[in-house]
């Protein structure tokens, strides 16, 4: 059987560990594409190199050329800039909204059968770009934000219970940006309902530090933004299609009518397997939560818009 080929777009922070967790998990070969020659090419080598160490025996290449990524079965997109501290993720639309154009056009002439993860923020807005110029369906575009948030939630729930984060189950929905929305009527603690375990006061301060996570990471790293964790929720995700896995991820996906919404990308729980996303589900949510999860709505159309606005100004 021939091994699975893993295109990802954008050699920077996200991309080589990328690139570092498929050859420790053995998924496939990985072509890593970046514009700045030399960059995938010296992480692919150097990857390569630890492989006798690591036993693993995929390979790894570096490119410059969309050629190089023919055929791939996945494809992950980092391409772009990154926030500086002070930034909100919507300052990034204007410049990484051009570059997914032409990301998308080369994922379409060269995979175009490919199932496309989208990591490059503004998520909410890209990953509708990537749907829209690639023309691919909705099962095979999708957006990686939420399995990140929600490990967040669950980081500073089990921090603060000090219990194994495998005992924690949280959600975080919405879009990926400083309203989204951590739902505490579903988070449990092998079983227990989180508000019997932490009071709602702590409750709302650690929300609070899962939404402005990403921020947290980049006012410490200063020139660079979160790269170790966003990459391993978007090799779950991968290993989750790969192996059809039928997993229940929270991702950002194309909602026709689900939660409410028709036509946009938002976060919400969804099945992955072979057939990419192949069911969202649906969980009831609170009054407030219900709120939350309009406003976080309101902000991703806005974000659509101003995209679109962008982009048809050239
Ligand atoms: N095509 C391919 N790669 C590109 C392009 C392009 N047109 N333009 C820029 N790149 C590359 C850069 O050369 C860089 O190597 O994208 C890479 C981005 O890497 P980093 O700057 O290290 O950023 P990273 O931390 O990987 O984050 C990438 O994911 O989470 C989001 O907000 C984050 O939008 C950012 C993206």
Redesign the pocket.
């Given at each position: 059987m021939a091994r699975k080929k893993i295109a990802l777009?954008?050699?920077?922070?996200?991309?080589?560990?990328m690139a570092h967790l498929c050859a420790l998990k053995g998924l496939g070969d990985v072509v890593l594409?970046?514009?700045?020659d030399g960059?995938p090419q010296g992480k692919a080598l150097d990857l390569l190199q630890s492989a006798p160490i690591e036993n693993f025996d995929i390979e790894i290449t570096g490119s410059t050329k969309y050629e190089d990524i023919a055929g791939a079965d996945v494809c992950i997109v980092?391409?772009?800039?990154?926030?500086k501290p002070g930034m909100s993720?919507d300052d990034?639309l204007g410049t990484?909204a051009k570059?997914l154009r032409?990301?998308a056009e080369?994922i379409k002439t060269y995979a175009p059968n490919a199932f496309v993860i989208a990591?490059?923020?503004p998520?909410d807005a890209?990953v509708t770009l990537t749907k829209r110029a690639t023309g691919f369906p909705k099962n095979r575009v999708v957006g990686q934000s939420g399995i990140l948030d929600s490990s967040r939630y669950r980081t500073f729930i089990a921090q603060e219970l000090k219990v194994s984060v495998a005992s924690v189950s949280a959600v975080v929905l919405g879009g990926h940006g400083d309203d989204m929305v951590p739902v505490r009527s579903s988070c449990q603690v092998s079983g227990v309902p989180i508000t019997k375990l932490i009071s709602s006061q702590r409750l709302d301060e650690i929300e609070a530090r899962v939404r402005n996570a990403?921020g947290e990471i980049i006012s410490l790293l200063k020139t660079?933004?979160?790269?170790y964790s966003?990459a391993s929720a978007a090799i779950r995700m991968t290993q989750a299609y790969l192996m059809d896995k039928k997993e229940i991820l929270p991702c950002a996906a194309y909602l026709e009518g689900e939660y409410g919404v028709h036509g946009y990308y938002f976060g919400v729980p969804v099945m992955i397997g072979a057939g990419g996303i192949e069911k969202v589900i649906e969980i009831e949510l609170s009054p407030q939560e219900k709120k939350a999860f309009e406003d976080s709505l309101a902000h991703v159309k806005d974000l659509v818009q101003a995209m679109d606005r962008v982009l048809g100004a050239g």
């Open positions: 777009i954008g050699a920077g922070a996200i991309g080589g560990t594409y970046d514009v700045i960059l980092t391409a772009g800039i990154v926030r993720r990034l990484n570059i032409q990301v080369g990591i490059t923020n998520l890209m990403g660079a933004s979160a790269f966003p």
